[in-house]
């Protein structure tokens, strides 16, 4: 199973750095995943609370749909 963090590294990554990657220990790259997948879940989190907070000028039957463009159909 490929983790997001997995899938960052072989998007963003070039090989070389991707091989500097693997000359860590494999206790320390796998801490080095979790703590990219909790970077990214707290990101996604505050986006989450900053759009919910944005949308809070809209009236209320509105913010379904304006949430909605706002952040692409989630």
């Avoid at 960052?8 to 979790?34: G, H, I, M």
């Amino acid at each position: 199973m490929t983790t997001p963090a997995k899938q960052w590294v072989e998007q963003q990554l070039s090989v070389d750095e991707r091989a500097q990657l693997e000359k860590l220990p494999p206790a320390t790259r796998v801490q080095l995943f979790e703590l990219m997948e909790a970077a990214v879940r707290a990101k996604d989190q505050q986006v989450a609370a900053a759009l919910d907070n944005a949308v809070r000028i809209v009236p209320a039957p509105l913010r379904r749909s304006v949430k909605k463009l706002l952040a692409g159909s989630k």
